[in-house]
C-alpha cells in the first residue's frame, strides 16, 4: 500500500504565461506557492481474489479489466505511460473540491504518478514528477494547461518558476524572512465562490487569442519581479494588494471568460469593505478567491462575504510525498521470495543510509 500527499497551489502573479503557446516564444514566468490543503492518493496492487483488474474510486468509483476501459482520463493515461502490467486500486481524497482552480487536477495527476512510481520501486525526482505530469497532461491528453501546477504540486513552497523559450522550466525558490512570510499570511483570505469550471475550457476560450494580448500578458509578467522585490524587501506589504489589483484588471483584458458578473461582484463587495486587492485562483471563471486584506478589515470583509466559504490556509513547503509505504503480499511468489526479496531491501536502505542519503520511511 502506499499513500501519497500533495498540494494544491495559489498562483500570485504571472498566471497565463505558463501557456506553452506564449512561453516558448516570449518567455514567462509566474510567483506561487503551494498550501496545507492536499490531495491523497492510496494505491496497491490488485490482490488476485477479484473478477476486475483495476479499480478506481473517487468521486465515482470504476472496475475495469483493461486500461483503456477506464474513464478517469489522468488514470488511464498514467498507467498506460508507466506500462502497467499488473491490476491495482486506487483511491483519492482532496481537501478541496475539483475544478476550483487550486491546480487539483495536477495534483491528482503528480501524486498518482508518484504512488504510481513508487509501486513499481521507484523514487522519482521532484523534476522527473513535473516534467511527466506535463507530458501527460499536454501531450497525451491534450488538455489545454498551463505548465505551472505542476511543478508547484511536485516541488512545493513559494517558487519563482521561470518558462524559457527553450521549453527548459527553472525553479526558484523564494527566501521570504519568517516575519515577512508571518506578514504575508495575515494580510491573505481565502473563499470558495461555490461555482465550478474546468480550467481546460476556459483557458480554451482564450489560449487561440494569447498572441494578440501581447502587453497584457508583458505586464503580468513584469509584476513577478515586482512582487518578489516587495516580499524580500523592505516596501510596505501593502504595495503586494495593490499588485494584485493591478493584476486583476490586467487580467480581465486577456478574456471575458476569465470573470463574470458573479465574480466582479465579490470582488466589488471585498474591496468596499477593506479589501486592496485579490485574484480568481486558476484559469478564471470560478472557483476560490484569494483577498489580500489588512487584518483590521479582515471582520468586515468576512461579513460581507458571509455567503461565501471563509478557508483559512498557511503555506508548505514539502510538495508531493510518499507519506506512506507497506509492501503488500505478492502473491506471484512463494513466502521464501518475499522474505528474501525484503531482506534484500534492507540492506539496500542500510547502504543508501550509511551514504547519507535521503531515503523514504517504511511502515
Not at 493591478?246 to 477593506?274: C, F, H, M, P
Request: net charge negative.
Amino acid at each position: 500500500m502506499i499513500i501519497t500527499r500533495t498540494p494544491f497551489r495559489i498562483s500570485l502573479f504571472g498566471g497565463g504565461t505558463d501557456y506553452p503557446t506564449w512561453f516558448r516564444e516570449h518567455g514567462g514566468a509566474v510567483l506561487s506557492t503551494t498550501i496545507d490543503k492536499y490531495c491523497y492518493i492510496s494505491a496497491r496492487y490488485l490482490p488476485p481474489f477479484f473478477e476486475h483488474q483495476f479499480r478506481v474510486v473517487y468521486s465515482q468509483i470504476e472496475s475495469t479489466n483493461k486500461i483503456e476501459e477506464i474513464e478517469h482520463p489522468s488514470v488511464r493515461a498514467t498507467l498506460k505511460y508507466l506500462n502497467f502490467n499488473r491490476g491495482v486500486e486506487i483511491h483519492h481524497d482532496g481537501d478541496l473540491p475539483a475544478r476550483s482552480g487550486m491546480g487539483s487536477s495536477s495534483s491528482f495527476t503528480v501524486g498518482l504518478l508518484n504512488a504510481m512510481h513508487a509501486l513499481q520501486g521507484h523514487m522519482p525526482t521532484r523534476e522527473q514528477l513535473a516534467n511527466q505530469s506535463i507530458k501527460i497532461e499536454q501531450e497525451i491528453l491534450r488538455e489545454n494547461v498551463g505548465s505551472q501546477d505542476q511543478v508547484n504540486a511536485a516541488y512545493g513552497g513559494f517558487n519563482h518558476i521561470i518558462f524559457h523559450k527553450s521549453g527548459e522550466i527553472s525553479v526558484r525558490p523564494v527566501i521570504i524572512p519568517p516575519d515577512r512570510l508571518e506578514e504575508l499570511t495575515s494580510h491573505l483570505m481565502l473563499f470558495y465562490t461555490g461555482i465550478k469550471r474546468t480550467a481546460d475550457k476556459v483557458a480554451g476560450s482564450y489560449l487561440p487569442t494569447l498572441d494578440g494580448k501581447r502587453r497584457q500578458l508583458r505586464i503580468l509578467r513584469d509584476m513577478v519581479d515586482e512582487a518578489i522585490f516587495v516580499l524580500c524587501g523592505q516596501a510596505p506589504i501593502v504595495e503586494l494588494g495593490e499588485l494584485l489589483h493591478e493584476s486583476w484588471l490586467a487580467k480581465q483584458a486577456i478574456s471575458d471568460k476569465i470573470s463574470n458578473s458573479t465574480i466582479t461582484e465579490v470582488y466589488d463587495a471585498a474591496r468596499d469593505a477593506g479589501a486592496i486587492g485579490g485574484k480568481i485562483t486558476g484559469a478564471g471563471g470560478g472557483g476560490f478567491m484569494l483577498l489580500f486584506v489588512p487584518p483590521h478589515h479582515q471582520p468586515v470583509v468576512r461579513e460581507k462575504l458571509k455567503k461565501l466559504l471563509h478557508v483559512p490556509f498557511n503555506f508548505e513547503k514539502a510538495g508531493s510525498q510518499v507519506i506512506f509505504y507497506d509492501r503488500d503480499q505478492d502473491y506471484s511468489t512463494t513466502e521464501a521470495d518475499n522474505k528474501s526479496r525484503q531482506l534484500t531491501e534492507f540492506r539496500e536502505l542500510d547502504e543508501l543510509e550509511a551514504a547519507g542519503k535521503e531515503t523514504a520511511v517504511f511502515a
